[in-house]
DNA sequence: TCTGGGGTCCTAGGACCC
DNA sequence: TCTGGGGTCCTAGGACCC
């Protein structure tokens, strides 16, 4: 048996267990740039706030009801992440660190004892000893055990646990759940299938396998196959190397020229370069991209990208900010009104890669020294102590912060303040 | 006025190899 | 006149997840 342990509202639940004043009241999280919902409280979902609503739709709801909004604080949801990760480790022997607030976890050699008891007794100290409250679904496979978490939540919000078991409760969870309520099954895959008549999750297990390989793909087949409890998506316990690594932002405010653009774009290479280093990683190539605001009916669209192969996979940020930027100045074209710009590393390999390149004098040794000074000056005095000067200091592209609650967990002045 | 960010996997088709 | 068979690698695009 697997187990998917899921926090409850995990932004909303970690902004809350920080402040006694929230408790009771309907609080909800908002995307980078205070643009959308991307967390809710049960209060909040009681009132009828949707994800990924924009703000502008519901300010008014929001002082009505007095609803708490709060940017997102992607510093303290990791920290707690870790938390919450590590008291699952206690329980559990076998994880897989699914996403920020979500684990699987194998439930093999539990036959000895009671597994309702000991997961049930988990999650309430899971719950309890991090602040946020967790729902625990368990079955034979992934994909049930969602569909088994998905059940904890709603119909038993109060024990928090639900065990698909037996083959009548598999059923009943089947046909209880619509297909695009399935892990792995998304909005364009339920328009085609609902076009053929298959609606319910039950439906859906019915279907051939062979069939579903042959007019959809592969991923729909083994989604086929869980669904009938044959587990085809192992837990994996061993986290797999990042093979990319990514940063893109809208801008606060829309921008037409190059420079603030290119601004930016240098300050989120300096971002993914520090976390490539961290990782003890190389990248090859670099990927840049630029994009105008698509939910706009009037302004003319434009969603360039360009990449580009490193001469030699480096960790340098000087040498990736140049790129990136010699990237933009192929792509970017005046005239339009840009929403945002985005960078990401690609073909990452371990730093101890060694590859050269015949025409470039090897440099490596001397970038190494120097980068491994600027990372220790920023540690120590605060991040872009050192930057480079492509990175500027204007500033006026920079996403709207205007809710953001404090780094409760890891800095120094806020966990005082809190006392 | 105003709508996020960071990832993965799969597939088809083209380029290339022997 | 007429032109093989078996592969790999790379890239772009599509779909999905949280």
């Known amino acids: 048996m697997i187990g998917i342990i899921d926090c409850n509202n995990f932004y909303a639940s970690c902004e809350r267990n920080f402040d006694s004043s929230l408790k009771g009241l309907p609080v909800v999280v908002f995307s980078n740039n205070d643009g959308a919902i991307i967390a809710r409280s049960e209060e909040a979902k009681v009132l009828g706030i949707d994800m990924a609503v924009p703000i502008f739709e519901i300010k008014r709801l929001m002082k009505q009801h007095n609803i708490r909004g709060f940017s997102s604080n992607y510093t303290l949801y990791g920290d707690m992440s870790k938390r919450i990760k590590s008291i699952i480790r206690g329980f559990f022997k076998d994880v897989e660190d699914y996403s920020i607030d979500e684990s699987?976890?194998?439930?093999?050699?539990?036959?000895?004892?009671?597994?309702?008891?000991y997961v049930k007794d988990a999650r309430?100290?899971?719950?309890?000893?991090?602040?946020?409250?967790?729902?625990?679904?368990?079955?034979?496979?992934?994909?049930l055990a969602k569909?088994?978490?998905?059940?904890?939540?709603?119909?038993?919000?109060?024990?928090?646990?639900?065990?698909?078991?037996?083959?009548?409760k598999r059923v009943a969870a089947l046909k209880a759940t619509n297909v695009n309520d399935v892990w792995g099954v998304g909005g364009r895959i339920t328009a085609k299938l609902n076009k053929k008549g298959i609606v319910t999750a039950y439906d859906l297990s019915l279907i051939d396998p062979a069939w579903a390989k042959a007019n959809f793909s592969v991923v729909l087949q083994r989604t086929v196959y869980e669904l009938q409890g044959l587990s085809c998506i192992p837990l994996e316990l061993i986290q797999p190397d990042k093979q990319n690594i990514a940063s893109q932002k809208s801008f606060g405010i829309?921008?037409?020229?190059?420079?603030?653009?290119?601004e930016a774009l240098a300050n989120y290479t300096a971002r993914v370069a520090e976390k490539l280093r961290k990782q003890n990683f190389v990248a090859g190539g670099i990927?840049?991209?630029?994009?105008?605001?698509?939910?706009s009916k009037t302004d003319a669209q434009y969603f360039p990208e360009i990449t580009t192969v490193c001469d030699v996979p480096t960790d340098y940020t000087p040498y990736l900010i140049k790129r990136a930027v010699e990237g933009l100045k192929v792509i970017y074209r005046k005239g339009y009104l840009y929403k945002r710009v985005g960078v990401m590393l690609t073909d990452l390999r371990d730093n101890s890669d060694g590859t050269q390149n015949l025409f470039h004098a090897n440099a490596r040794?001397?970038?190494?020294?120097?980068?491994?000074?600027?990372?220790?000056?920023?540690?120590?005095?605060?991040?872009?102590?050192?930057?480079?000067?492509?990175?500027?200091?204007?500033?006026?592209?920079?996403?709207k912060q205007e809710h953001l609650s404090p780094k409760y967990t890891t800095r120094l002045q806020d966990i005082i303040t809190i006392k």
């Open 124 to 143: 309430d100290k899971i719950s309890h000893w991090s602040g946020v409250p967790v729902s625990i679904g368990i079955a034979e496979t992934k994909t």
């Open 104 to 117: 699987f976890v194998s439930c093999k050699g539990f036959i000895y004892r009671n597994l309702f008891n």
């Open 287 to 295: 990927r840049v991209w630029l994009g105008t605001n698509n939910f």
């Open 147 to 168: 569909l088994a978490n998905r059940i904890a939540k709603k119909k038993y919000r109060e024990i928090g646990v639900y065990i698909i078991d037996t083959e009548e």
């Open 254 to 262: 829309y921008q037409t020229e190059f420079e603030p653009i290119a």
């Open 365 to 399: 040794n001397k970038e190494i020294e120097i980068i491994k000074k600027v990372d220790k000056i920023n540690r120590l005095n605060g991040r872009d102590t050192v930057r480079s000067a492509q990175q500027g200091f204007l500033r006026e592209w920079k996403m």
